[in-house]
């Protein structure tokens, strides 16, 4: 067992039924996070981004494959057995607001996951852990006994970064968390989950759409189209360098001085095409596209799906 990994999948998949067809969310994917590490999760809205994390911590059964989390394969444990991995696997969502119960103090909201392990026994113990995590996250302590709608998103998005650390997880599973705030404000919060990741170890699973965010906070990225993985490798590499047709349009979209490579409408994940799922919008597809999935393998020292990638990188 590499005690280096965290989470680990094997030709994991999740699949829905559509109006009598199955919808791809998550195709065979294959993936590892490091322990202390962030993999951030790009692709276009609909690839299965949001679907793959809430599977990979079990908030949805996957349909097929595995799921390694500490050296132990959780995929098909009872929800009694799985407790005690539960606690160490957390998730903060896109919408503060929404993921906040309105109904609810903040010494509430921050405290439910405490009731649920029982590990605080007294009131004054457990008032006293939630303003240390709210001095953590950058809350006054005398707002403890405010609503959600006294907040800013920002401030909101804190609580919500709160209650995930509450438990002392090992992995969070971020969705989107800065997309509903401003840009100043989104600075805070991804510098504000850095150093909670330096302070406690956490490994991170950050899912976005926008890669000025994804390079700043992760250090291996992993690309998806309609469900399946493109291109995985070390951020900068990535980057610098991209090998897969879809990575190098996502990155070409955010310099306005590049057009961008591709044509054509995003495929029904209901009616995905053979072969590569990309070839339709491709400029580069071949009749061996059109024909063969194309696997990750090792290519310039990170995994590419291509039938193409060597002659691309060359």
């Known amino acids: 067992m590499n005690t280096d990994i965290i989470l680990e999948t094997k030709n994991l998949k999740k699949y829905f039924k559509v109006k009598k067809k199955m919808l791809h ?3 065979d994917v294959n993936l590892t996070i490091r322990r202390g590490t962030t993999l951030g999760v790009v692709g276009e809205s609909g690839c299965g981004k949001s679907t793959l994390g809430r599977t990979l911590i079990r908030l949805i059964k996957a349909t097929s494959g595995e799921i390694t989390f500490g050296g132990v394969d ?3 444990l009872r929800e009694k057995d799985f407790g ?3 606690r160490r696997m957390q998730f903060i969502f896109q919408d503060p607001y929404a993921s906040l119960d309105p109904r609810m103090t903040v010494r509430d909201i921050v405290a439910e996951p405490l009731k649920t392990h029982k590990l605080c026994h007294t009131r004054e113990e457990m008032t006293e852990r939630v303003l240390s995590l709210l001095r953590d996250v950058g809350i006054p302590e ?8 006294q907040f800013s998103g920002g401030q909101r998005q804190r609580i919500g970064i709160a209650r995930a650390i509450a ?4 992995l969070i599973v971020c969705d989107e968390p800065v997309s509903a705030l401003d840009v100043s404000v989104q600075n805070q919060i991804l510098n504000l989950l850095r150093q909670l990741q330096h302070e406690r170890g956490l490994s991170y699973l950050f899912i976005s759409h926008d890669l000025s965010v994804v390079r700043f906070i992760s250090d291996r990225i992993c690309v998806m189209f309609l469900g399946r993985l493109c291109e995985i490798g070390r951020t900068a590499e990535v980057y610098s360098a991209p090998l897969h047709p879809y990575t190098r349009f996502l990155i070409n979209a955010t310099r306005f001085e590049e057009k961008p490579l591709l044509t054509g409408e995003l495929p029904s994940p209901t009616d995905p095409p053979p072969g590569c799922r990309f070839h339709t919008r491709c400029p580069y597809a071949t009749e061996c596209c059109r024909r063969e999935v ?3 393998r090792p290519v310039a020292g990170r995994l590419v799906a291509c039938h193409r990638a ?5």
């Open 25 to 27: 969310a998550v195709d």
């Open 74 to 76: 959780i995929t098909s």
């Open 84 to 86: 005690p991995y539960r």
């Open 142 to 149: 005398e707002f403890l006994f405010r609503y959600p709608h």
């Open 167 to 170: 438990l002392d997880p090992a």
């Open 294 to 296: 194309p696997q990750l």
């Open 310 to 314: 060597e002659e691309l990188h060359r």
